[in-house]
């Protein structure tokens, strides 16, 4: 199941309404008899935001931590895609891990702003940076990580654009198990 939503209330409660059939639908395949539900419940879920340091990024969380404060609070996993490095198996062990420390310092700095935002907002977080492909390994960080959505930001380049250039977010959306928000 895909969510494409912009920054607005509508979103939210699109989300949530696709989360509560969800779950609902889940426990009716299984026999059991769906839990009490109610709109402002804390739901227990998972969310992965990822994040490039961008404006963009920004304007995922914002949006994420408007959705929790309608939602409850859900356990956020914040995940940052560095280049893979070329070689470095090659490479004698002590300049592996110093290459591998830079990739974690970088992606702790690209970051930053995105889990100074949650942490001002008092939402919990986790932050994974891998060096990988980013489409591949944010849609392997939610299901490592069994995340029940995922919230990026777009940069907006229109559909031909986004066609030509193959953007992360397209794909995403075509290996992610799970709900994803855009945020434009």
């Not at 607005?8 to 769906?34: G, H, K, M």
């Not at 609070?73 to 290459?99: F, M």
């Not at 702003?113 to 986790?126: F, I």
Request: some cysteine.
């Amino acid at each position: 199941m895909i969510v494409l939503e912009s920054q607005s209330q509508p979103a939210i409660d699109t989300w949530y309404r696709l989360n509560v059939l969800l779950r609902l639908e889940a426990a009716a395949e299984s026999r059991c008899a769906p839990a009490e539900t109610h709109p402002r419940d804390n739901i227990g879920m998972k969310a992965l935001i990822a994040t490039d340091g961008s404006s963009h990024s920004l304007r995922a969380a914002r949006f994420l931590i408007a959705w929790m404060k309608q939602c409850g609070t859900i356990e956020v996993h914040v995940v940052n895609v560095q280049p893979r490095a070329p070689y470095i198996g090659l490479l004698p062990a002590e300049r592996r891990a110093d290459i591998e420390r830079l990739i974690q310092q970088r992606g702790t700095e690209e970051s930053a702003a995105v889990c100074e935002m949650l942490s001002a907002a008092g939402v919990p977080y986790s932050l994974h940076v891998v060096s990988d492909d980013a489409a591949e390994a944010i849609a392997r960080c939610a299901r490592e990580q069994q995340c029940e959505l995922i919230v990026m930001g777009t940069r907006g380049m229109g559909a031909v654009a986004g066609l030509a250039l193959g953007s992360v977010a397209t794909k995403v959306l075509h290996l992610a198990v799970v709900p994803v928000t855009l945020v434009k």
